[in-house]
RNA sequence: CGGGAAGUGGCGCAGGUGGUAGCGCAUCUGGUUUGGGACCAGAGGGUCGCAGGUUCGAAUCCUGUCUUCCCGACCA
């Protein structure tokens, strides 16, 4: 197993990778792209799964489960979504297989061509409202609250563990309203749920705003979300909504009849958060000495070390940590009690400092005789003696410091990255030094697209609840009446 | 999908002018150890990414292909 990682400082992009292979979070695969997600990074993922889920219920929201396959048809029905998704979708051809006639392996069955080719899905949006028509006759069927998780496939040409892979997992909610309103309502409502869950459980701060046009989804009237700011100055979306007007509900001809008597189309949602919120994870809180996880996430929230010499001190100190991991059990937290004896106290350190775990105790002789132990912290990996006395009732608390000094440092460091520039040449430089930057832009797409060849920096969003403020393009000097917020991004 | 680099025991690498593969770490056994990645001794493990070709003989030369990393275009 190799050892040292790579520090931020030397090679951003390398520690990344290094830190998902050492902390034993995922692993590419033989299939170009797509990844295999090990049992640490899996259990993260799953307490992510769990603590959005809850939210979505109690918000209204059912799970369903819908086709991995869409007909291509259903592709081409709504114009804007089919230019967004079509340069990477992955579609199935044949459905049989034969032995090669060379007797080498097996190969595609030509006499096996499907008749309509079947997309895998990119996202479902066609699907399900291919679906919804059916579901949806009077306006005492709306609304349709509805969430499914899946994988989807994008046909990616450059990929990166969790940030970017050619599969990945990731939850959809797609909702049909009767009105307008309602709709806008809906898809404000669940950029809110993912601001506050990123804010208390990942402790990611996050601005929540709306897209430009042109990084508008495929399809979408309006597209909400929330952006992070990395370590090394990069932005990185971290979850979408999106009002989808009546595009799909008239592509796919889902109406409804209203108390008034009329046949209307429904109005429409969708919201999403992939595995990418794993990369946002490690790249917000992790450094130089493995991953940092905010104890809400960690699989193991405090590990205990016991340091002996022979057989009789390690029972005398597993009497007491044995004691210590069923009172912390009886607390709700997760703890794990390492006693292997084939890897020294030290090894074990660096391991559990690796893989995130935010506290650790050791418990040696010595500690026994003055009735504490040694608690390290993962976040800022000091280390302290604590009376063993009581020691289990303080642990909650002290995850509960962690777990806000992580959102402390992370909203620190996003405050200090957001910068204001006026000037071309102030914006340049802003952008190259990374981070948020807010300047005033003229409106355009045109403007928004020099501005990315230019500098590679793209418009992640209009903050929500901008005040509006005269001023003069950033680029074209032109009349603006409010700063957005540029970043280069993931 | 274009440009560059690389694939050799589990991991990191050497070898390379063609002659049948080696080092460090890891693993296994035994012993001594255990407060920040222990030490000694012994052992096991590789059809050199894959497929063709050249050759008496290929890890080495040629062709194709797959995968990874970096840079671009595209993107959650």
């Not at 009237?221 to 979850?239: F, N, P």
């Not at 400092?353 to 990996?381: C, H, M, S």
């Not at 003229?442 to 901008?466: H, L, V, Y």
Request: one cysteine or more; aromatic letters at 10%; proline letters at 4%.
């Amino acid at each position: 197993m190799a050892k040292n990682l790579t520090p931020r400082e030397v090679d951003y992009s390398k520690w990344y990778n290094e830190l998902i292979i050492q902390a034993d979070l995922a692993e590419n695969s033989g299939v170009r792209g797509c990844m295999v997600i090990k049992p640490h990074g899996y259990a993260i993922w799953e307490g992510m799964q769990a603590e959005l889920d809850r939210r979505f219920k109690e918000t209204g929201h059912e799970n369903a489960y819908f086709p991995l396959f869409i007909p291509k048809s259903y592709f081409s029905k709504e114009a804007a979504h089919v230019d967004g998704f079509a340069k990477e979708c992955a579609v199935v051809t044949h459905y049989r297989l034969k032995n090669s006639p060379d007797g080498k392996g097996v190969i595609v069955d030509e006499d096996a061509k499907l008749e309509e080719e079947l997309i895998v899905r990119p996202t479902s949006e066609t699907i399900i409202w291919d679906t919804y028509r059916g579901w949806v006759k009077s306006y005492r069927d709306l609304p349709i609250l509805v969430n499914q998780w899946a994988n989807v496939v994008r046909w990616e040409l450059r990929t990166r563990l969790f940030l970017r892979t050619t599969e990945f997992l990731w939850q959809e909610g797609h909702t049909a309203h009767a009105t307008r309103e309602e709709a806008i309502a809906e898809a404000e409502q669940m950029l809110e749920v993912y601001r506050e869950f990123a804010e208390t459980v990942l402790a990611i701060p996050v601005v929540r705003g709306t897209k430009t046009a042109n990084e508008r989804f495929a399809g979408a009237l309006e597209s909400y979300c929330i952006e992070a700011l990395m370590q090394d100055g990069k932005a990185l979306q971290a979850g979408t909504s999106h009002f989808l007007g009546q595009n799909f509900a008239k592509a796919f001809d889902v109406k409804f009849q209203d108390r008034d008597g009329q046949v209307k189309h429904v109005w429409a949602t969708s919201w999403g958060v992939s595995t990418r919120l794993m990369g946002a994870l490690v790249m917000t809180h992790s450094d130089d000495s493995g991953l940092v996880l905010p104890p809400k996430l960690a699989p193991i929230q405090v590990v205990l070390v016991p340091i002996y010499r022979g057989e009789e001190e390690l029972l005398a100190i597993s009497l007491v940590a044995k004691k210590l991991v069923a009172e912390l059990r009886a607390k709700g937290v997760r703890v794990k009690y390492d006693d292997r004896d084939s890897y020294k106290p030290g090894w074990k350190f660096n391991e559990y400092e690796l893989k995130g775990v935010p506290l650790r105790l050791g418990i040696g002789p010595r500690d026994l005789e003055n009735g504490v132990v040694e608690l390290a912290r993962r976040d800022t990996l000091t280390k302290e003696f604590v009376a063993i006395e009581g020691l289990a009732d303080s642990i909650p608390a002290r995850l509960e410091e962690i777990q806000q000094a992580l959102l402390d440092r992370a909203s620190a460091r996003l405050a200090a990255s957001m910068h204001r520039v006026d000037s071309w040449a102030e914006f340049e430089a802003a952008i190259e030094r990374g981070g948020f930057v807010m300047a005033h832009w003229d409106g355009s797409p045109e403007t928004e697209d020099r501005i990315k060849e230019q500098t590679k920096a793209t418009i992640r969003c209009i903050p929500i609840d901008n005040p509006l403020e005269d001023g003069a393009c950033v680029l074209t000097g032109r009349p603006s009446i409010q700063r957005v917020l540029f970043a280069r991004a993931y």
